[in-house]
């Protein structure tokens, strides 16, 4: 059984940082791409980053480009979500996914491995 765990979410003010990481419990980690969204009450969840199971693509939405930053430590079976100058409107809980591999990856059908979620929250 596959499990995903998120950490790292919590209150910060606008311009702040946060650092999410998400432990996969997935023995093939290493050659499993990943990805992390986000979700708001009543709205989509939105696509926010990929990675590559190498790490050599990398792929963000237009709304976080240049201030968040993916990456992953497969020794540590760890994929990370580098926030930086937060806006409110990155207020949302956060998934970790894994396990794209066609399609696009930014539509969240394409995962098969989802985490439960952690709340970031950035006041204004």
């Known amino acids: 059984q596959v499990q995903l765990v998120e950490s790292g979410g919590g209150l910060v003010q606008a311009g702040g940082s946060l650092r999410l990481s998400c432990v996969a419990s997935v023995r093939t980690f290493s050659t499993t791409n990943m990805g992390w969204f986000r979700q708001t009450p009543g709205k989509e969840r939105e696509f926010v980053a990929a990675i590559t199971w190498g790490g050599l693509r990398i792929y963000y939405a237009d709304s976080v480009k240049g201030r968040f930053t993916i990456s992953r430590d497969n020794a540590k079976k760890t994929v990370y979500l580098q926030m930086n100058s937060l806006k409110p409107e990155d207020t949302a809980v956060y998934y970790c996914?894994?396990?794209?591999?066609?399609?696009?990856?930014?539509?969240?059908?394409?995962?098969?491995?989802w985490g439960q979620g952690t709340q970031v929250t950035v006041s204004s």
């Open positions: 996914a894994g396990g794209w591999s066609g399609g696009s990856y930014s539509s969240q059908g394409v995962y098969d491995y």
